[in-house]
């Protein structure tokens, strides 16, 4: 039958891109975090020494990850109302309660990380940095033993409470989505842990970056030891599971919205042959899953540095894809006309993301530049090989 | 607040409507809505090929879910039920979020940009208010256009529904609409993909 539209309204996308890379920022923040765990919760040694490092990434991104949504409102000077006006079937407003408590969790944990290096540094470093260093200890100057073992045990419990925190806070951003019934791309049991799957690629992929920047030129030794590249490169591998993982649940998810109703049909076909085609195949599943799991899947290529790096962008700018095509794709798909909703970018919104990232950059340049994350002096062993060890190295495991 | 026993509806006959669009101009100048925006409007479509060809239309406009996905999505309360079973927003608390808008499976609401908030179709909870009917149904020239309480058995409401075959939008959302039409053609009632799923625009 022959249908011809005469008149209808159009209902352009809402939930823009900002939205999207606020989601880009909580997963990254939720998987950093996650990672910095591993070795302080879950007791996986070889990971302790990165510890410091990804939590500080985790606060530096959750710190800018809600300027996004406030940025969005259409009334940013009422933010604050969501602190009292409590609803709880919106995921929405539990979830200002997440942002809330999942940063000031990392941040004590952090502290209790850094309080020996900063009581250290309160002694040994000059400058500004020895100021800061003392006052960020707020007087609990304390190296015996049973202090630091306390601090141990406060290390574990906030950990503990900060790993369930991570992964509601960037649960809670699948939940947003998948509450929704009316976008069927939206509407699915797996969207909340494909969310994490997908926080968790990002997360890795940026620490990795981090690490390999700040390490080089930040760190007392200012290199990249073996010990660091061999941790750099075991990330390297965790990150090849979790892009497995990532692309099983969005394969199932793909199955199953192939043989849903029409419109979950028409959203799978957007992304396959549709206006979403290049940034999902080609970015992505292309760039952002199938590259970087060759990368580090690959024995000749998952050894060096600079292929691994190479990976991590790609993770990086694949997340970012899927973060836009599930948050504007999922509003495309119309569901009063014949046509898909448009999206017009406000040029503001662009600059504010433009802003953001750079502030984000700045956050954790001045966080590396002027915090003893990495120590405040060297460590004797490092030193000694830097001079000896040639940059090829391979390292063991 | 006392508990009503009113519970507002809307049945819009099909049969009736001529598609000239007065409620979509009546509503415009009662709220004065901003270009390209609209709290009800009228979607038509042609159907079929000359000689065998029809018009159908369906003049649109908040649902008032007896289950609103909207008042659930609300974070901070702004979108609230009245005491009649309207769905109202409340301006003041509003923070633009536009989840709401994400959540309505029936693109029933908008960005007011003068106002900054969420707005949509109240019902005309201010003339109700006052004793009056809401203006798309005053001025409706077919008659089309029937509001009265669904609780009331005796409402014209209640019986056209009663008597009549009736369809509201979505159903499978389990939202419960209070927007009931009469002879709705099923192409118009939900979003047609069938351009979209061949690789379409």
Redesign the interface.
Known sequence: ???????????PV??GYLIAIYFFYTGLSAGSFVLSTLGTVFGIQKYKPIAKAAVVMAIALLAVAPLH?IA????PG??Y??FF???P??A??YG?YLLTLYPLTCVFYLWFMMRKDLALGAQKLTGFRRSLCAFLTFGKRDLSEAVLVQDQKWIKRLGTLGVPLALMVHGYTGF?LA?????TLWHTGLMPLIFLMSAMVSGTGLLILVLLITQRFFSPEKAITPERRAIILDIARLMMWFIVVDGVLMLINFIVLYFGN??G??AA??LL???HKVSFLGLEIGIGLVLPFLITFWSKTRKSLTMVSLASLFTLIGVIAMRINFVIGG?Q????????NPYYAEPKHLIFIGSFALLEVIILYLAFKFLPIYGIEESKKSSTLKMTTPTKAVSAP | MTESTIRYGIVIDLRKCVGCNACTVSCKIEYNVPD?K?RT?????????YPEVI?HRLP?LCNHCDNA?CE???????TYRGENGEILIDYN???????C???????AR??NPVR???EKCTFCFHRTQAGLLPACVTTCVGGARVFGDLNDPNSLVSRLIANNPVQVLKPE??TKPTVYYIGADQ?LM????????????
């Open positions: 039958m022959d249908i011809t539209y005469l008149a209808n309204v159009e209902h809402q939930l949504l969005d409102l259409e009334q009422r933010f109302t969501l006006r409590l609803n079937t919106s929405i407003s200002t947003i509450n929704v019934q009316a976008r029409a419109s049909y028409a076909e957007m042959h549709g206006s509003q798909v119309p569901l009063s006309g014949n046509t898909f | 390209g609209y409007w009228v979607k038509e479509i042609e159907k079929g090929s018009r649109r996905p659930k999505a609300c974070p901070v309360q702004a608390r509003c923070i633009g979020c536009k989840y808008m994400a959540a309505c499976p029936y693109d908008f960005v900054k908030t969420a959302m389990n192409a939900g979003a047609d993909y069938t351009s979209l799923t061949k690789g379409g625009k």
